[in-house]
């Protein structure tokens, strides 16, 4: 299973952009990244996933170079309420599989 | 309906008790997961259903005891549970090949054994 490596905390001020970046070095050829939210008390909720190259929707960003050893959840001008803990997770979603939560980052936004 | 629904959302009991979790989906889901998360610490995956099926189970004590009845259902049945095991239990669905959305989590059941 691909272990994944994100900074533990990170602050910022609203408005800001935002960029959490997660280490992923044992990725395999048919792993996806996926990236979610979770508010205390609440479940994780899906932000966003991409294989390569870039993926945005409504919410972020997703960038992915080519080795896919990395990759980089950006948050646009972000506010208070995106105060909360960032998973990545790299899994083979070609069926019900393992998918494995790392540490996660605590973001932090400051008015 | 795009939720998991988790019942109860409280739920306190002693170490000779016996309770069950619920957790239900209606988006045609045919994947279903528990979860369990201690304060400040990741989710920890505990069993994995594929069509009703258990497929993994993360070498979970005897103690919890997963039940698909169907493709809408999943509980979690505790008996015998030690104060350790107090948690946020998290229930998640997904398609079994999965698209772009990835998992839905419920809110979870906050348990806690006294």
């Known amino acids: 299973l691909a272990k994944t490596t994100q900074p533990i905390s990170m602050d910022s001020y609203e408005g800001q952009e935002v960029n959490i970046t997660c280490s992923h070095n044992n990725i395999a050829t048919n792993d996806y990244i996926t990236w979610y939210q979770q508010f205390p008390s609440q479940g994780p909720r899906f932000i966003i996933q991409?294989?390569?190259t870039k993926v945005t929707n409504e919410v972020a960003s997703l960038f992915i170079p080519a080795d896919r050893k990395s990759s980089t959840l950006s948050l646009p001008r972000v506010s208070l309420s995106d105060t909360a803990v960032y998973y990545c997770?790299?899994?083979?979603?070609?069926?019900?599989?393992?998918?494995?939560f790392g540490s996660g980052t605590r973001l932090s936004i400051r008015p | 309906d795009t939720e998991v629904t988790q019942t109860p959302k409280h739920l306190v009991m002693g170490m000779t008790n016996k309770k069950s979790l619920k957790c239900e989906q209606h988006m045609g889901h045919r994947a279903m997961y528990w979860y369990k998360q201690k304060a400040k610490k990741p989710p920890e995956l505990m069993f994995v259903?594929?069509?009703?099926?258990?497929?993994i189970n993360e070498s979970v004590p005897s103690r919890f005891s997963p039940e698909c009845p169907n493709s809408s259902l999943l509980n979690l049945h505790l008996h015998a549970l030690q104060p350790e095991d107090s948690a946020l239990y998290l229930c998640?669905?997904?398609?079994?090949?999965?698209?772009?959305?990835?998992?839905?989590f419920g809110s979870g059941t906050r348990l806690t054994v006294v």
């Open positions: 998640a669905s997904s398609h079994v090949q999965e698209n772009n959305y990835g998992y839905t």
């Open positions: 259903y594929s069509y009703e099926k258990l497929s």
């Open positions: 991409g294989y390569k």
């Open positions: 997770l790299v899994g083979d979603r070609s069926s019900a599989s393992k998918i494995i």
